[in-house]
Protein backbone atom coordinates (compact mmCIF):
# COMPACT_ATOMS: atom_id res chain seq x y z
CA UNK A 1 0.00 0.00 0.00
CA UNK A 2 1.89 2.96 -0.85
CA UNK A 3 -0.64 5.85 1.00
CA UNK A 4 0.02 4.24 4.56
CA UNK A 5 -2.11 6.93 6.18
CA UNK A 6 -5.09 5.51 8.55
CA UNK A 7 -8.37 7.04 8.83
CA UNK A 8 -11.03 5.67 10.91
CA UNK A 9 -14.42 6.58 10.58
CA UNK A 10 -17.49 6.04 13.60
CA UNK A 11 -20.42 6.75 14.48
CA UNK A 12 -21.34 5.83 18.56
CA UNK A 13 -24.40 7.10 19.82
CA UNK A 14 -26.05 4.99 22.59
CA UNK A 15 -23.25 4.47 25.22
CA UNK A 16 -19.81 5.42 23.79
CA UNK A 17 -19.24 1.90 22.81
CA UNK A 18 -17.59 1.69 19.45
CA UNK A 19 -15.98 4.93 20.63
CA UNK A 20 -14.05 3.05 23.10
CA UNK A 21 -13.03 0.43 20.33
CA UNK A 22 -12.21 2.80 17.56
CA UNK A 23 -10.14 4.09 20.59
CA UNK A 24 -8.23 0.95 21.03
CA UNK A 25 -7.54 0.61 17.43
CA UNK A 26 -6.62 3.80 16.36
CA UNK A 27 -3.88 3.26 18.94
CA UNK A 28 -2.31 0.54 17.21
CA UNK A 29 -2.38 1.73 14.14
CA UNK A 30 -1.90 5.37 14.62
CA UNK A 31 -5.29 6.38 12.83
CA UNK A 32 -7.22 9.40 12.41
CA UNK A 33 -10.52 8.76 14.06
CA UNK A 34 -13.32 11.15 13.16
CA UNK A 35 -17.36 11.48 12.60
CA UNK A 36 -19.26 10.74 9.78
CA UNK A 37 -20.46 14.30 9.47
CA UNK A 38 -16.61 15.73 9.38
CA UNK A 39 -15.74 13.29 6.21
CA UNK A 40 -16.00 14.47 2.82
CA UNK A 41 -14.28 12.79 -0.48
CA UNK A 42 -11.51 15.38 -0.14
CA UNK A 43 -10.92 13.44 3.63
CA UNK A 44 -11.03 9.98 2.20
CA UNK A 45 -8.63 10.87 -0.75
CA UNK A 46 -6.07 11.58 2.08
CA UNK A 47 -5.84 7.99 3.22
CA UNK A 48 -4.80 4.46 2.13
CA UNK A 49 -6.57 2.55 4.79
CA UNK A 50 -10.25 3.29 6.03
CA UNK A 51 -11.96 1.39 9.07
CA UNK A 52 -16.16 2.26 9.27
CA UNK A 53 -17.71 1.41 12.81
CA UNK A 54 -20.46 2.13 14.56
CA UNK A 55 -22.90 0.71 16.55
CA UNK A 56 -25.53 -1.56 15.16
CA UNK A 57 -29.26 -0.64 15.04
CA UNK A 58 -32.07 -2.13 13.86
CA UNK A 59 -29.58 -4.83 12.42
CA UNK A 60 -27.34 -2.41 10.63
CA UNK A 61 -24.38 0.22 11.01
CA UNK A 62 -25.56 3.81 11.67
CA UNK A 63 -27.65 5.10 9.08
CA UNK A 64 -24.79 8.53 9.23
CA UNK A 65 -22.47 5.65 7.94
CA UNK A 66 -24.74 4.09 5.75
CA UNK A 67 -25.40 7.58 3.79
CA UNK A 68 -21.93 8.19 4.17
CA UNK A 69 -21.08 5.01 2.12
CA UNK A 70 -23.62 5.91 -0.04
CA UNK A 71 -21.78 9.67 -0.82
CA UNK A 72 -18.64 7.87 -1.56
CA UNK A 73 -16.96 8.09 -5.30
CA UNK A 74 -16.35 4.87 -6.43
CA UNK A 75 -12.40 4.22 -5.00
CA UNK A 76 -9.24 3.05 -6.73
CA UNK A 77 -6.96 1.24 -4.31
CA UNK A 78 -8.61 1.91 -1.10
CA UNK A 79 -8.56 -0.92 1.46
CA UNK A 80 -10.91 -0.94 4.15
CA UNK A 81 -12.18 -2.53 7.94
CA UNK A 82 -15.54 -3.03 9.17
CA UNK A 83 -15.99 -2.81 12.91
CA UNK A 84 -19.44 -2.49 15.20
CA UNK A 85 -20.23 -3.39 18.72
CA UNK A 86 -23.86 -4.98 19.21
CA UNK A 87 -26.32 -6.29 21.57
CA UNK A 88 -26.09 -9.73 20.05
CA UNK A 89 -23.13 -10.81 17.92
CA UNK A 90 -24.54 -11.83 14.52
CA UNK A 91 -21.87 -10.87 11.09
CA UNK A 92 -24.87 -10.36 9.07
CA UNK A 93 -24.95 -6.92 10.66
CA UNK A 94 -22.67 -5.85 8.49
CA UNK A 95 -23.58 -6.74 5.50
CA UNK A 96 -25.46 -3.41 4.40
CA UNK A 97 -22.58 -1.84 5.09
CA UNK A 98 -20.47 -4.29 3.31
CA UNK A 99 -22.19 -4.23 0.46
CA UNK A 100 -21.94 -0.45 -0.08
CA UNK A 101 -18.20 -0.35 0.34
CA UNK A 102 -17.81 -3.39 -1.83
CA UNK A 103 -20.34 -1.29 -4.34
CA UNK A 104 -17.39 1.49 -4.20
CA UNK A 105 -14.88 -0.41 -5.20
CA UNK A 106 -12.77 -1.12 -1.79
CA UNK A 107 -11.09 -3.84 -0.63
CA UNK A 108 -12.19 -4.62 2.78
CA UNK A 109 -9.00 -6.59 4.50
CA UNK A 110 -11.13 -6.97 8.15
CA UNK A 111 -14.16 -6.84 10.51
CA UNK A 112 -14.52 -6.89 14.08
CA UNK A 113 -17.46 -6.89 16.49
CA UNK A 114 -17.98 -7.06 19.57
CA UNK A 115 -20.59 -6.58 22.37
CA UNK A 116 -21.87 -3.23 24.01
CA UNK A 117 -23.80 -2.85 26.70
CA UNK A 118 -27.42 -1.83 24.97
CA UNK A 119 -30.88 -0.84 27.24
CA UNK A 120 -32.91 0.24 24.43
CA UNK A 121 -36.29 -0.40 24.30
CA UNK A 122 -37.47 -3.66 25.83
CA UNK A 123 -33.84 -4.42 27.02
CA UNK A 124 -34.14 -0.99 29.40
CA UNK A 125 -36.63 -3.05 31.86
CA UNK A 126 -34.57 -6.34 31.90
CA UNK A 127 -32.10 -6.17 34.46
CA UNK A 128 -31.61 -2.53 33.27
CA UNK A 129 -29.80 -3.64 30.21
CA UNK A 130 -27.65 -6.00 28.67
CA UNK A 131 -23.85 -7.04 28.21
CA UNK A 132 -22.98 -4.71 31.12
CA UNK A 133 -19.75 -3.50 30.91
CA UNK A 134 -19.05 -4.13 27.41
CA UNK A 135 -16.63 -3.53 25.50
CA UNK A 136 -14.30 -4.64 28.51
CA UNK A 137 -10.78 -4.95 29.03
CA UNK A 138 -10.55 -8.04 27.00
CA UNK A 139 -12.98 -6.90 23.90
CA UNK A 140 -10.60 -3.73 23.60
CA UNK A 141 -7.55 -6.18 24.14
CA UNK A 142 -9.00 -8.22 20.94
CA UNK A 143 -9.30 -5.15 18.84
CA UNK A 144 -6.16 -4.30 19.34
CA UNK A 145 -5.10 -7.82 18.26
CA UNK A 146 -7.36 -7.31 15.13
CA UNK A 147 -5.52 -3.93 14.47
CA UNK A 148 -2.26 -5.83 14.14
CA UNK A 149 -3.59 -7.98 11.82
CA UNK A 150 -4.49 -5.37 9.76
CA UNK A 151 -1.18 -3.75 10.45
CA UNK A 152 0.48 -6.89 9.01
CA UNK A 153 -1.85 -6.42 5.61
CA UNK A 154 -0.77 -2.82 4.26
C1 LIG B 1 -32.30 2.09 18.74
C2 LIG B 1 -31.32 0.96 18.94
C3 LIG B 1 -31.40 -0.17 18.13
C4 LIG B 1 -30.51 -1.25 18.31
N1 LIG B 1 -30.60 -2.34 17.49
C5 LIG B 1 -29.76 -3.39 17.68
C6 LIG B 1 -29.84 -4.54 16.84
O1 LIG B 1 -30.62 -4.61 15.91
N2 LIG B 1 -29.00 -5.57 17.10
C7 LIG B 1 -28.08 -5.53 18.13
O2 LIG B 1 -27.35 -6.51 18.32
N3 LIG B 1 -27.96 -4.43 18.92
C8 LIG B 1 -28.78 -3.37 18.72
N4 LIG B 1 -28.67 -2.25 19.52
C9 LIG B 1 -27.62 -2.23 20.57
C10 LIG B 1 -26.39 -1.44 20.12
O3 LIG B 1 -25.91 -1.90 18.89
C11 LIG B 1 -25.29 -1.56 21.16
O4 LIG B 1 -25.72 -1.07 22.41
C12 LIG B 1 -24.05 -0.81 20.71
O5 LIG B 1 -22.97 -1.16 21.54
C13 LIG B 1 -24.24 0.69 20.72
O6 LIG B 1 -23.07 1.31 20.30
P1 LIG B 1 -22.73 2.83 20.60
O7 LIG B 1 -22.73 3.02 22.11
O8 LIG B 1 -21.38 3.01 20.00
O9 LIG B 1 -23.78 3.64 19.90
C14 LIG B 1 -29.52 -1.17 19.33
C15 LIG B 1 -29.44 -0.01 20.14
C16 LIG B 1 -30.32 1.04 19.95
C17 LIG B 1 -30.19 2.27 20.82
Known amino acids: ?3 KEILIICESVHHGNTLKVAGAISEVLNAKLIKPANCDM ?8 IGFGSGIYGGAHHEKLLDLADRLEMQKDKKAFIFSTCSIRVSAMHKTLRDKLLKKG ?4 GEFQCKGFADYSFLKYIFG ?3 KGRPNKKDLQEAQVFAKKLQEQI
Do not use: C, E, Q, R
Open 1 to 3: MDN
Open 42 to 49: KTVADYGL
Open 106 to 109: FDII
Open 129 to 131: GTN
